[in-house]
């Protein structure tokens, strides 16, 4: 497998700063005024053997395409994205008419869904549906997974060299506690929805809350950590904790496996906090432009499969919400509780979900403030 | 046209189109080429500036400057503050780099050398800015590249990653190419009969300078000082990725209203008329200050 990320290339899982997401208006006209909405591309005539997916880097391999060509000569070319919104904006810019399956995260599904990007799927058609682990037949932002098969799940939580930071960490709040070690030298994660929603968790409130006090509450908690945080960033954290300039960071737990199966003799921890976080998972759809969707279909089911989930979850370190997969993993990877957290540390866990605009208009008044103070 | 062939005429005026034609034909693609992608966006986005809290997908009713008083309101202005001053200050320290560079290749290289000087000055132009960026990250960080140099000569360290200086050292690395290209151009003009006039008048070498040297090249500093400002306040990857937790600059914040989590498009584009406007501003300084020759050279 070629090395997964440089800095450069690293992905980030939902809100990644990409400097040149190239987002295009289109025009509808619409009564008086027009509609700001985004360009409505038609679809595209595909051939019937061949399939084009728009994914995350090395949630796919030459290996898995050819397994998959083996049974069912149908060729697979991909596309990359580094960000949901990189891959919102393709879309919406009318450029990807191409692609018949797409990988995005919980709320980009839910955004999709609301604007009728995303085909209702026709689950005669999809086989072993049942294999998925209860807790991601259904979901907040898809209910039922009416739209989306979800193909991989982690949490958000913290990492932190335990040979500098001899307390033990298990909770938000020891942040806090340890402030005057951490001294611009922690960082938090370049999302307001994570970083205000860790401050909510530590106060007993929701990841999701959308009561003002709360915020405001969680707003001048976070103040009071502002001198420990170093820099808001959700993957150039990994050569600074590594090096030893940072000693805690908040992450993915995906980039935090990564990182403590890389450097084994760091003492790296990873910990999902106690009074919860978030859960996160990123699924396939088929979008309304998919020229193939017959192909699509066939590609989740081959997706779906026990055995090739297990392939995968080998080859890369996100936990499969595949139960069957789950069942079949070696013990290395299946007790890795960074990975599969026990029932009891999820169930404090949340999913994020969009919230009204309102709402978002007060996190992103907070969050201009607390990075401008 | 047709009328003007029955009139006799000594010359073949008949096939020639008139002569206000000429220049509309001349500026036609490039006018075509404005209009459609800088004129009218550009007004797409004015009109989108008046419309409240507007999302993707709403309809576009313009009605009111809401978004405009927003930009007053006391969450705002530090952050434009903050863009100013790096702006500013890049601006400055460019300047004062830039200008004993200049000087350096335009009067005291021999002139056969002087393209491939100026050639390796340009070459850092060439790689990507995020690159540039990033090893800067790698130069300054607590236990980066220079650290480890000051520790070996004794000297202590200094944590400057993630703190204004860091996205000073970006920024004025990143655009002082441009400011020594401006001021090559307006220094290489430079008339050095005056300065040996003035050397034989008496004229101490710092008289020279600045009675000579200076003024004859005020043109091009002005026009490097503009150009450096004006990219510096659309500057996005050094102030995110060397600033720090303190860091939010007015393009961060157009970057967040339209893809963040409010996307509120119409205070996002009321943030993108502010930029345009304080950038118009700037351009306009340039026309009537700056050495459009210099500038256009590059």
């Given amino acids: 497998m070629p090395p997964r990320r440089s800095a450069l290339t690293a992905r980030s899982r939902r809100r990644f700063l990409q400097t040149s997401a190239a987002i295009a208006a289109g025009l509808a006209s619409h009564g008086c005024g027009w509609t700001l909405a985004e360009v409505r591309p038609a679809s595209a005539k595909g051939d019937k053997d061949k399939l084009s997916i728009y994914t995350w880097e090395s949630y796919i391999d030459p290996a898995l395409i050819d397994t998959f060509h083996t049974h069912t000569a149908v060729d697979v070319t991909y596309d990359i994205y580094d960000s949901n919104e990189t891959m919102l904006a393709t879309l919406r810019s009318g450029k990807g008419t191409n692609y018949s399956v797409i990988y995005p995260t919980d709320y980009a599904i839910a955004d999709m869904i609301e ?87 530590s106060l007993g409130y929701s990841y999701n809350s959308t009561n003002p006090a709360e915020i405001q509450q969680a707003y001048t908690k976070l103040t009071e950590l502002k001198p420990a945080i170093a820099t808001f960033t959700t993957d150039a954290w990994q050569n600074q904790l590594i090096a030893g300039d940072y000693l805690l960071c908040m992450a993915y737990s995906m980039d935090a496996v990564t990182a403590i199966q890389e450097n084994p003799d760091l003492n790296l921890r990873y910990v999902i906090p106690k009074s919860g ?33 297990v392939d995968i979850t080998k080859r890369l370190f996100f936990a499969t919400p595949n139960q069957a997969a789950y069942d079949q993993l070696p013990n290395p990877v299946r007790n890795n509780q960074n990975l599969f957290p026990p029932e009891a540390t999820l169930k404090p866990c949340e999913r994020i979900i969009t919230l009204p605009p309102q709402v978002s208009e007060i996190y992103d008044r907070y969050w201009t403030r607390l990075t401008s103070k | ?75 705002y202005l530090p952050v434009l503050g903050r863009s100013l001053f790096f702006s500013l200050s ?19 290289i021999p002139k056969q050398w002087q393209n491939l000087v100026l050639l390796s000055f340009v070459l850092p132009l060439w790689t990507s800015s995020l690159l540039r960026s990033y090893a800067w990250i790698t130069i300054l960080r607590p236990t980066g590249v220079m650290n480890t140099a ?15 200086p860091a996205v000073l ?16 151009a307006a220094l290489e003009k430079l008339d050095r009969r005056l300065l040996e006039a003035a050397a034989d008048l008496g004229a101490t070498p710092s008289q020279a300078f600045w009675q000579i040297t200076v003024p004859q090249s005020f043109t091009g500093i002005a026009a490097g000082a503009l150009l450096v400002f004006i990219t510096g306040m659309g500057d996005f990857v050094n102030p995110e990725l060397l600033g720090g937790a303190s860091s939010m600059t007015v393009a961060r914040l157009i970057y967040n209203q339209f893809l963040g989590v409010t996307q509120n498009w119409g205070f996002g584009s009321a943030l993108s008329m502010l930029l345009t406007l304080v950038v118009s501003i700037a351009i306009a300084l340039l026309l009537k200050y700056g050495d459009r020759n210099a500038a256009s050279g590059v």
């Fill in chain 1, 115 to 201: 604007r009728k990007e995303v085909i209702t799927l026709d689950k005669s058609r999809i086989n072993g549906l049942e294999n998925l682990m209860p807790q991601f037949q259904d979901s907040p932002f898809d209910p039922n997974n009416a739209h989306s098969v979800p193909v991989s799940w982690g949490t958000t939580g913290l990492i932190y060299n335990a040979n500098e930071i001899k307390t033990e960490i298990t909770d938000w709040s020891d942040l806090w506690a340890l402030k005057s070690q951490l001294t611009r030298r922690m960082t938090l994660l370049a999302d307001v929805r994570e970083v205000m929603g860790a401050t909510l968790k």
């Fill in chain 2, 150 to 164: 000051l520790n070996l000569l004794k000297l202590p360290s200094l944590d400057i990653l993630n703190r204004e």
């Fill in chain 2, 90 to 108: 890049t601006t400055i320290l460019t300047l004062l780099l830039g200008f004993p560079v200049a000087y350096w290749i335009a009067l005291k």
């Fill in chain 2, 169 to 184: 050292i970006g920024m004025t690395y990143s655009l002082l190419p441009y400011m020594v290209l401006i001021l090559y």
């Fill in chain 2, 1 to 75: 046209m047709t009328a003007d062939s029955s009139r006799p005429s000594p010359k073949p005026t008949t096939k020639a189109p008139p002569k206000w034609l000429e220049p509309l034909v001349l500026l036609l693609p490039a006018g075509v080429w404005l209009l459609l992608l800088l004129v009218i966006p550009t007004l797409l986005i004015f009109e989108l500036s008046l419309v409240p809290a507007i999302r993707p997908g709403q309809v576009v009713n313009p009605s009111g400057l809401e978004n405009y008083f927003r930009l007053l309101q006391p969450d």
């Fill in chain 1, 277 to 309: 976080t978030s859960l996160w998972s990123d699924a396939m759809v088929i979008p309304v432009t998919a020229p193939n969707p017959d192909v699509a279909y066939e590609w989740i089911n081959y997706m779906l499969q026990p055995a090739i989930a």
